[in-house]
C-alpha cells in the first residue's frame, strides 16, 4: 500500500482508536480562555514541545523495533518527558486501543507482539508497532504524529468554539510546513537519551485540571 495512502488511514478520525474522545487538550486550554483566534498559536506551541516528545519517542521505538532493541528504554524516556499523571494516563490508554487494532490487523507482525507486550505503552510507541508492520519510514511516522495532533486540535476546535469550518481546515493547512519541520528534526534519532525533552508547563497544569472536571465533552 502507497505510504501516503496509509498515513491518511492512520491520520483519519474514523480509525476505530477512540480518536473522537480526544482534544489534544484544547478543551482544558478553552476552559481557561483561549480563544478561537489563538488556536493557531496553540498548534504552534504543541507542534514545538508535546509533539517533538511523541514524535521523537515513536522514531526511536521504531528504530528499536528494526533493530531488535529493547523498548523499554523508549518508553521510561517517554514517560520523564511527559510528567503530567493526567496525559500519561490518556497517552496509554491510546496505546492499548492502538495495539488492539494493530493485532487486528498485523496477528503475525512481531513488532505488534513485542509492543502489545510492554506494561504501560504509550501512544508513540504504539504507533511505532503499527508503522514498522505496515512498513513505514522514521520520516512518514514522524510526520503522522505532528498532522495528526494539529488534525485532533481543529477537530475539537469545530465543537468547542463557535467557528467556520472552513477555518479550521486553514489552519491545518497553514500549520503543514511545521508539521514536516518537527518531522525532520526528529526523523534521524535512535537513541532514547536524545528524544526532545521540549516542556509544557502550562498544557501539563491544564491537562491535571481537565482530569478532575466532570463537565467535559473530551477525556483529553
Not at 19 to 31: D, I, K, N, P, R
Not at 121 to 130: F, K, M, Q, S, T
Not at 161 to 182: K, M, N, R, S
Amino acid at each position: 500500500m502507497p505510504t501516503d495512502l496509509l498515513l491518511m488511514l492512520f491520520a483519519d478520525a474514523r480509525l476505530p482508536v477512540a480518536g473522537h474522545t480526544q482534544s489534544a487538550g484544547l478543551e482544558a486550554a478553552v476552559q481557561h480562555g483561549l480563544t478561537s483566534a489563538e488556536v493557531p498559536a496553540y498548534m504552534s506551541a504543541r507542534l514545538a514541545t508535546t509533539v517533538r516528545v511523541e514524535a521523537g519517542t515513536a522514531v526511536v521505538a521504531l528504530h528499536r523495533l528494526d533493530h531488535e532493541l529493547p523498548l523499554e528504554p523508549v518508553v521510561a524516556a517517554w514517560a520523564a518527558r511527559t510528567p503530567s499523571h493526567a496525559l500519561r494516563r490518556t497517552s496509554r490508554a491510546q496505546g492499548r486501543a492502538m495495539n488492539r487494532l494493530s493485532a487486528s490487523l498485523w496477528a503475525d507482525g512481531a513488532a505488534v507482539r513485542r509492543v502489545a507486550r510492554l506494561d504501560g505503552c504509550p501512544r508513540p510507541v504504539a504507533l511505532a508497532g503499527a508503522a514498522a508492520a505496515a512498513g513505514l519510514d522514521a520520516l512518514s511516522l514522524a510526520r503522522l504524529v505532528g498532522y495528526d495532533d494539529v488534525q485532533t486540535v481543529a477537530s475539537a476546535s469545530l465543537k468547542l468554539l463557535p467557528l467556520d469550518p472552513a477555518a479550521a481546515t486553514g489552519w491545518v493547512h497553514d500549520a503543514l510546513p511545521e508539521v514536516a519541520a518537527a518531522a525532520e528534526d526528529v526523523a534521524g534519532l535512535t537513541d532514547p537519551r536524545d528524544i526532545p525533552a521540549t516542556a509544557a508547563p502550562q498544557t501539563e497544569v491544564w491537562a491535571q485540571a481537565h482530569a478532575r472536571s466532570t463537565r467535559r465533552l473530551f477525556s483529553a
